[in-house]
């Protein structure tokens, strides 16, 4: 089993910046690609940004392109989003996923966090 937790989540007034921080924890034997996804109030659940295990490629929804900046730390088994200029339609619930082999079922899967809200006051 793998248990992925975010945080940083929180309240910020528009041009302000967060960081968002998702560590994964488990049997894990290697650990994929991870990305970000957010879900806004009456919203689809759009992709944010992911990245490679090797942190070489990453992708980013136009709508952050500029302004977020995903990273990793595979020897913590955590991935990061740092975003800044933040604006009111950033506001939604943020989930972390991982891409995960187990030491004991090797198949891929994907695991999900929780969810952290961000808010963004205008």
């Known amino acids: 089993q793998v248990q992925l937790v975010e945080s940083g989540g929180g309240l910020v007034q528009a041009g302000g910046s967060l960081r968002l921080s998702c560590s994964a924890s488990g049997s894990i034997f290697s650990i994929y690609t991870m990305g970000w996804y957010r879900q806004a109030p009456g919203k689809e659940r759009e992709l944010v940004t992911n990245?490679?295990?090797?942190?070489?490629?990453?992708n980013y929804a136009d709508s952050v392109k500029g302004r977020f900046t995903i990273s990793r730390d595979n020897a913590k088994n955590t991935v990061y989003l740092e975003m800044n200029s933040l604006k009111p339609e950033d506001t939604a619930v943020y989930y972390c996923?991982?891409?995960?082999?187990?030491?004991?079922?090797?198949?891929?899967?994907?695991?999900w966090g929780p969810g952290t809200q961000v808010t963004v006051s205008s």
């Open positions: 996923t991982a891409d995960v082999q187990l030491r004991t079922y090797m198949r891929l899967n994907r695991y």
């Open positions: 990245i490679t295990r090797s942190g070489r490629s990453t």
